[in-house]
């Protein structure tokens, strides 16, 4: 076969290229004559265009992240000429050592603008502007910064610095200077929050005097608003919650059943988000760092190493019924505590025999050890492993072991302990029920953030399903994720939730033996379930879940207090008041007793003191 | 005795070597050399042998290269045969060496000792033209048979992934290059046509959506078979309900509002369409409406992979990067901005150019990289169009001189690396420049002889001057 004659068409293939290439520069050397700028060595500059970031609202609609404006001095050092520096640096305020350096620093590049003051005030840029023009060569650049009108929620909206270079190297749509969302809503959200820069191309002569617009601002690009994020959060409820949380650690997370909308997030200790803004930026943020409270550290969807303590007898009790091994006249002898062989685990005096309602309501520890190892050994199942698997298959469709999917960074998963994890501890099959009795009333191996544990009991409102846990409500003109749309339904049947939620209301409400009577609020009907969860490193977690009302209800909570001891004695205090600023929007005067003891104690300091 | 005939052999190969090349090679370099100085140049800055400054350096790099030319050509041609393969092992292990060097920007393509650095990659070309020719030369090789495919794609392929690594793009790219090569040796044509539209369909895939392309390809392809229709002379009565079987699930999911991907519609109209076609084209012995078939669906998976892949696969950031290589996304500071400032330096050259060293908008340094990848602005800023299109022609007087010498070799080695030579510089002529004046994506290659830079220089010197050498011993076979 003879290809010589491909060479032609390679001479070809090179020849359309030139020419293609020809045409191309003739059109724009030639023909379209705008691009030919005077003469006399006119340039041109471009001006970026930041558009204002997005705002943050609460589910009514407050503002909760506004903007206000910042000033910025910057100098393009070529064209500086002439410059009065005593006069310059009388008008800005600031010292002439420190505007020296920086404007040295700034020379590298002669015809590109520099940052030499960041966020001039008001006041200064307005006498500024006035006396610019005897400044050749700088200008003022207006960026806006973050202001939060409440105090509160720091850790749930993050904050905004200048790019690194870690940053621009991630994404080109950063260039120096820019701003960036970190954390929380603002680094979850950037892309909706900040928009799209654009610019103009402006001709400027050799004294940087603008002649006008490029090319008729062809090559001008608007810029685009950043989106205004509505989150689900009720910033007054937020903000009660860091207040009842002073001087405590621990964290508070409230949803609202029917949505998964969650209505406050508490980390505490919690912070100002002010601290985040501006010059104090850098200092603030290293502070928090170095805290030894950890303040960044967002125990609420971080903290996974939180046993659940007694909380979790509700769901070992839903397991059961659903899996009918025992039905709720199932009765449990208990005295004083539980014995199998040599093992033993106390329980308090009360009244014996008693019925799974009951057993909520007192919350009998050898109530659950015998339904627990019950279910577990019952014969039903091929063995030990088989049953835990269908005991762990109920868990983890209420969202445990597994991260939930809020939208926020750091979520942790809990961890809920698979068949293999024990397999390996104790050997295949070496395992019984008595080996991992602990999970029964909520202790041992199983962790849990406090979503998780809100999340439970949303669902045990709910009787029966969920929806992952969020903090976007709407976004705009943008339909929020349909992940958080999405109902996600358990593996229990709704019928199994009354006897348990009977129970969760005797809590409260009930007779004798009922481990939070005092926080009943008056005219609601609330179930609850205390927990005090065993802590190796110090006194116990006092631990409470609730939702409100029994029925339709509107609230579901839980609130963790690190280190301060029953269930009963902070958390379910802080729960019940919580519950019922939401639905009231105040506080009964019986109760006020109750808010002004959690306003004022300060468990840090008598932390201190045991040490 | 002896060292005579060797002298008289010299004098006698600088007589039989071509000196149009050299000529165009010379001019190219030297105009090269006075425009870095022009693009570098600032007020404070001396004469343009100050070596101090990127011309002076250049200056020097420009008379390394004349050395290595020189030396090149007294080079026995057997030589480059009889080292093709052990120098592209031992480039492969330098490019594999350097994966491991301490990057910058992210890249690490550079080969660092002392003060000297090169750039290996530039010099892998090279090796891989030299081992392309002899292998292709070889007894018997048949690009179209798949036991010769399967070397030559590895002879190409391990360079091309070992830079992929480093990561450099640009350079990745020019192995493309070698696909001209192969095309004049054997390679069918419609690997390069099925390339080319590969292309297309990729970049046409990022700008609009897949089912408009699809419906473009769709088209093209209804014409060619309204012409194969009147061509084999088949009947209507299995064209038209062949075409309304093709519309009929998508007047289904219309009409019902249904929720179903587009692709999936497509592949049922495909499917529902090839039964009586395959069947008809079996009876009929006519390929044409099978080939037809093929291409079509090809066209519609590829491009609704690449949407998908864009979409599911990348992260935020490369998704943004390849947005604005489109000009989807605007990037006003970045690429962008290069090409935009690019343009202007070009435009506001006008005609005849604003004179030697009289350009403001690259000396002003409004141009980035504008002594290396975006070099091409000064000459359109400071010659204006006279300029541009003079440098455009002796590129192509360059490449068709360098197809001719290739034709009139006698050994294949020699036409293959020739063609190698021809078509490496055609690339970077083509994206270099393309990219200046926003007709080619921003990839940063140099442009031979012009931009900065002692490696890509000596890289460029290298491989033309060792096929001027063969070509000078043409009447030798060379294997
Ligand atoms: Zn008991």
New interface residues.
């Given amino acids: ?1 003879d ?2 004659y ?2 032609y ?3 070809i ?3 359309l ?2 020419i ?3 045409a ?3 059109y ?3 023909i ?6 005077d ?1 006399t ?4 500059r ?1 001006i ?1 265009e930041h558009p204002a970031r997005g705002l943050i609202y609460d589910r009514y609609g407050n503002f909760i992240v506004a903007n206000e404006a910042a000033y910025d001095l910057m100098a393009v050092s ?1 064209q500086i000429s002439h410059l009065d520096t005593a006069a310059l640096v009388d008008l800005l305020e600031i010292d002439k050592k420190t505007f020296v350096t920086r404007l040295s620093k700034a020379s590298g ?4 603008p520099e940052a030499i003051v960041n966020q001039i005030s008001a006041q200064t840029y307005i006498n500024l502007q006035e006396n610019l023009h005897r400044f050749p060569g700088f200008y003022v650049q207006v960026r806006s910064v973050r202001k939060y009108p409440y105090k509160s929620a720091g850790i749930l909206l993050g904050y905004i610095r200048e790019v690194d270079k870690k940053d621009i ?5 950063y ?1 120096q200077r820019d701003y960036i969302g970190k954390r929380g809503i603002e680094e979850m959200y950037e ?1 909706h929050l900040r928009g ?4 103009s ?1 402006q001709v400027v002569d050799v004294h940087g005097r603008v002649k006008g617009k ?1 090319k008729e601002g062809k ?1 001008d ?1 608007p810029s685009i608003l950043g989106k205004s994020i509505t989150t689900t959060l009720d910033i007054e409820l937020q903000n009660y919650g860091e207040q009842l949380m002073k001087n405590k650690i621990g964290s508070i997370v409230a949803i609202q059943p029917s949505t998964g909308e969650i209505l406050a997030l508490i980390s505490s200790p919690s912070f100002d988000p002010n601290m985040l803004v501006g010059r104090g930026l850098s200092s603030n943020y290293n502070k928090l760092k170095s805290d030894t409270l950890f303040p960044l550290f967002n125990r609420a969807i971080q903290g996974d190493r939180y046993p659940p303590g007694s909380t979790f007898k509700i769901l070992n009790a839903l397991i059961a019924l659903q899996e009918q091994t025992i039905s709720p006249q199932y009765r449990v002898r208990c005295n004083m505590g539980y014995n199998a062989g040599r093992f033993h685990v106390d329980c308090h005096d009360h009244l014996s025999p008693i019925n799974l309602t009951q057993s909520i309501q007192m919350s009998c520890n050898s109530y659950y050890c015998t339904i627990f190892r019950g279910l577990l050994d019952n014969p039903k199942y091929e063995n030990v492993t088989e049953a835990y698997k269908v005991w762990r298959k109920h868990a983890t469709s209420f969202g445990l072991g597994s991260r939930l999917g809020i939208d926020l960074y750091g979520e942790q998963p809990g961890f809920i302990p698979r068949p293999s994890y024990y397999d390996h501890y104790y050997g295949e099959h070496r395992w019984k029920s008595l080996t991992i009795v602990s999970l029964a009333i909520g202790q041992g191996e199983i962790g849990m953030t406090p979503l998780q544990l809100a999340n439970l009991s949303a669902a045990i409102a709910n009787r029966g399903y969920f929806f992952t846990p969020h903090l976007i409500k709407s976004l705009q003109d943008t339909v929020i994720d349909k992940k958080y749309r999405t109902r996600h339904n358990t593996t229990i049947t709704a019928e199994q939730f009354e006897p348990v939620i009977e129970g969760m209301y005797n809590v409260v409400h009930g007779g004798p033996g009922a481990t939070a009577r005092y926080i009943a609020i008056p005219g609601i009907e609330m179930c609850g379930k205390t927990g005090t969860a065993q802590n190796p490193h110090g006194e116990n977690h006092s631990i409470f879940t609730a939702f409100a009302p029994k029925e339709n209800p509107e609230i579901a909570i839980a609130v963790y207090v690190e280190n301060a001891g029953y269930g009963s004695t902070w958390a379910a205090p802080i729960a019940s008041l919580l519950i019922e600023k939401y639905l009231t929007d105040t506080i009964h005067p019986s109760r006020i007793w109750i808010e002004n003891k959690m306003l004022q104690s300060n468990l840090l300091e008598k932390d201190e003191d045991t040490n | 005795m002896k060292i005579q005939t060797k002298q008289f052999n010299i004098i006698n190969v600088f007589r039989r070597i071509d000196g149009l090349t050299v000529l165009l090679y010379l001019t190219l370099v030297l105009m090269g050399w006075f425009n870095i100085y022009a693009a570098v140049l600032n007020e404070n800055s001396s004469g343009i042998f100050d070596v101090s400054y990127k011309y002076g350096k250049q200056m020097i790099w420009i008379i390394a290269s004349i050395i290595i030319a020189v030396s090149l050509i007294i080079i026995d041609s057997k030589f480059y045969s009889i080292l093709a393969y052990p120098s592209y092992i031992f480039m492969l292990l330098i490019l594999l060496a350097v994966i491991f060097m301490p990057s910058a920007k992210g890249q690490s393509s550079w080969f660092v000792i002392g003060d000297f650095k090169i750039q290996p990659a530039e010099f892998a070309k090279i090796t891989t033209a030299l081992v392309l020719s002899r292998y292709i030369s070889g007894y018997n090789i048949k690009i179209t048979e798949w036991k010769h495919l399967k070397r030559i794609a590895a002879i190409i392929g391990i360079p091309i992934i070992l830079i992929a690594l480093q990561p450099d793009m640009g350079t990745t790219l020019v192995f493309a290059s070698f696909l001209l090569v192969l095309y004049r040796h054997g390679m069918p044509g419609w690997v390069l046509v099925a390339f080319a539209i590969s292309i297309l369909i990729f970049s046409f895939s990022f700008i609009f959506s897949p089912l408009y392309v699809s419906i473009v390809a769709l088209s093209v392809l209804f014409i060619f078979l309204l012409f194969s229709i009147s061509y084999h002379r088949i009947s209507y009565k299995i064209v038209v309900p062949t075409l309304l079987s093709f519309s009929l699930p998508w007047v289904v999911v219309y009409y019902y509002n249904i929720d179903f991907s587009e692709f999936l519609l497509f592949l049922i109209s495909f499917v529902a369409l090839v039964i009586p076609l395959i069947v008809y084209s079996y009876r009929k012995k006519i390929a044409t409406l099978f080939i037809i078939f093929i291409i079509g669906l090809g066209s519609i998976s590829f491009s609704y992979s690449v949407d998908y892949m864009f979409h599911n696969m990348l992260q935020d950031h490369q998704k943004t990067r390849i947005n604005v290589l489109f000009g989807l996304e605007s990037d006003t500071q970045g690429v962008e901005y290069n090409v935009i400032q690019s343009k202007i330096a070009i435009g506001s050259g006008g005609f005849d150019g604003k004179g030697y060293l009289q350009g403001t908008q690259t000396k002003h340094n409004f141009v980035p990289e504008q002594s290396t990848d975006f070099i091409f602005c000064t000459v359109g800023e400071e010659w204006g169009f006279v300029g541009t299109s003079v440098v455009i022609f002796l590129f192509l007087f360059l490449l068709i001189r360098l197809v001719i010498l290739a034709e009139r070799q006698r050994s294949i080695f020699s036409r293959v690396y020739g063609y190698s030579v021809a078509s490496i510089f055609f690339f970077h002529f083509m994206v270099n420049i393309g990219m200046t004046v926003g007709l080619m994506p921003v990839i940063g290659i140099p442009l031979p002889f012009f931009s900065y830079g002692g490696s890509s220089l000596w890289a460029f010197t290298i491989l033309l001057f060792i096929f001027v050498k063969l070509d000078a011993d043409r009447d030798i076979l060379i294997y």
Avoid: C, H, W
């Fill in positions: 076969m290809l010589s491909r060479k068409i390679i001479i293939i090179f020849s290229v030139s293609l290439f020809i191309r520069f003739f724009i050397q030639v379209d004559t705008s691009y030919q700028l003469a060595n006119n340039s041109q471009f970026v070529g590049n002669r015809y590109k190297e991630n994404d080109p749509y260039k892309k799209f820069k654009g610019g191309y490029l090559f690009k």
